[in-house]
């Protein structure tokens, strides 16, 4: 319950007593193509996010899960108070934040159902109204990927710094996804291209994490990081099995993103089996509660 109050604290809002209903807290949003801000109540916001970041064709207590997932992304980015460009508390860049959409842009991708997908979209985020997920009384990172392949990957072996909610989790759910297993080819001239100075006689993949993502990869002596490699490349993920032709790399990937926390096609494939969004967000992360303001 401290946490409502230090989210109402960061939102500008008066202090109210615990159990109290609180004003609904609104977001500043720096849209990075335009690079305009707009305000808008968290609620809509969530609503964007998940009809950006999760196909609406999901079963519904997969939206459900998300929905939470990008509320409490948005409550931690309100409370880490970090400078976004116009003193906005979150970015719609993916490569910082979430992706956001509004109604507008979502119906001119989706013209023909756009009433029958809104409307399921926003029946996802009204079921959760105000939820969070918490971890000793702070909303969590709520980090997610598309595909995890299998296992997730801890925020540890993916970034070096223990989280006690992120850790590596087996997922049986996921294989319905294009990416859970894929290959990819790059001609060794390409290699050489683009790692200058390296004719590429030999390339191995030096570490992996417990979840069997490669961390770094050798070729001939340089060392070179897996996510360096995967950006390189343009990988779906960092999850490979090499076999080097003679003059092509093959590159079998399992899963799409980097791995950490909610598996999105996983928690679609829990969906399918019958789980609720509760039972969703406890498997992909540890220890965690839920939590509602009431707003
Ligand atoms: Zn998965």
């Given at each position: 319950?401290?946490?409502?109050?230090?989210?109402?604290?960061?939102?500008?809002?008066k202090?109210?007593?615990?159990?109290?209903?609180?004003?609904?807290?609104?977001?500043?949003?720096?849209?990075?193509?335009?690079?305009?801000?707009?305000?808008?109540?968290?609620?809509?916001?969530?609503?964007?996010?998940?009809?950006?970041?999760?196909?609406?064709?999901?079963?519904?207590?997969?939206?459900?899960?998300?929905?939470?997932?990008?509320?409490?992304?948005?409550?931690?980015?309100?409370?880490?108070?970090?400078?976004?460009?116009?003193?906005?508390?979150?970015?719609?860049?993916i490569?910082?934040?979430?992706?956001?959409v509004?109604?507008?842009?979502?119906?001119?991708l989706?013209?023909?159902?756009?009433?029958?997908?809104?409307?399921k979209?926003?029946?996802?985020?009204?079921?959760?109204?105000?939820?969070?997920?918490?971890?000793k009384?702070l909303?969590?990172?709520?980090?997610?990927?598309?595909?995890?392949?299998?296992?997730?990957?801890?925020?540890?072996a993916?970034?070096?710094?223990?989280?006690?909610?992120?850790?590596?989790?087996?997922?049986?759910?996921?294989?319905?996804?294009?990416?859970?297993?894929?290959?990819?080819?790059?001609?060794?001239?390409?290699?050489?291209?683009?790692?200058?100075?390296?004719?590429?006689a030999?390339?191995?993949?030096?570490q992996?994490?417990?979840?069997?993502?490669?961390?770094?990869?050798?070729?001939?002596?340089?060392?070179?990081?897996?996510?360096?490699?995967?950006?390189?490349?343009?990988?779906?993920?960092?999850?490979?099995?090499?076999?080097?032709?003679?003059?092509?790399?093959?590159i079998?990937?399992?899963?799409?993103?980097?791995?950490?926390?909610?598996?999105?096609?996983?928690?679609?494939?829990?969906?399918?089996?019958?789980?609720?969004?509760?039972?969703?967000?406890?498997?992909?992360?540890?220890?965690?509660?839920?939590?509602k303001?009431?707003?």
């Amino acid at each position: 319950m401290m946490m409502v109050l230090i989210i109402a604290i960061a939102a500008n809002l008066k202090v109210q007593p615990v159990q109290e209903t609180i004003p609904q807290p609104i977001i500043r949003l720096f849209l990075h193509q335009s690079g305009q801000v707009i305000e808008l109540e968290i609620e809509k916001y969530v609503a964007g996010v998940v009809a950006a970041e999760m196909p609406a064709s999901f079963e519904l207590e997969a939206l459900k899960a998300q929905a939470v997932c990008a509320r409490t992304y948005a409550c931690k980015k309100i409370l880490d108070r970090k400078p976004y460009p116009l003193n906005a508390n979150l970015s719609d860049d993916i490569n910082c934040c979430q992706a956001y959409v509004s109604w507008e842009g979502f119906q001119e991708l989706h013209p023909a159902r756009y009433e029958e997908l809104k409307e399921k979209i926003q029946s996802a985020v009204s079921a959760t109204r105000g939820e969070l997920i918490s971890y000793k009384d702070l909303p969590i990172d709520a980090l997610y990927h598309s595909t995890c392949g299998g296992y997730t990957e801890s925020a540890a072996a993916a970034w070096g710094s223990d989280i006690p909610y992120l850790q590596s989790v087996k997922c049986n759910y996921c294989s319905e996804s294009d990416y859970y297993e894929s290959t990819q080819v790059i001609s060794l001239g390409m290699l050489q291209d683009k790692l200058t100075g390296n004719d590429s006689a030999h390339i191995e993949i030096s570490q992996k994490s417990d979840s069997g993502r490669a961390r770094e990869l050798r070729v001939n002596d340089q060392l070179i990081s897996a996510g360096s490699f995967r950006q390189l490349f343009n990988l779906p993920s960092t999850n490979w099995e090499l076999k080097k032709e003679s003059k092509e790399l093959i590159i079998n990937s399992r899963g799409y993103g980097h791995g950490v926390g909610l598996c999105q096609y996983g928690a679609n494939g829990m969906a399918q089996q019958g789980k609720g969004y509760r039972q969703i967000l406890s498997h992909y992360y540890k220890n965690i509660r839920l939590e509602k303001l009431n707003y």
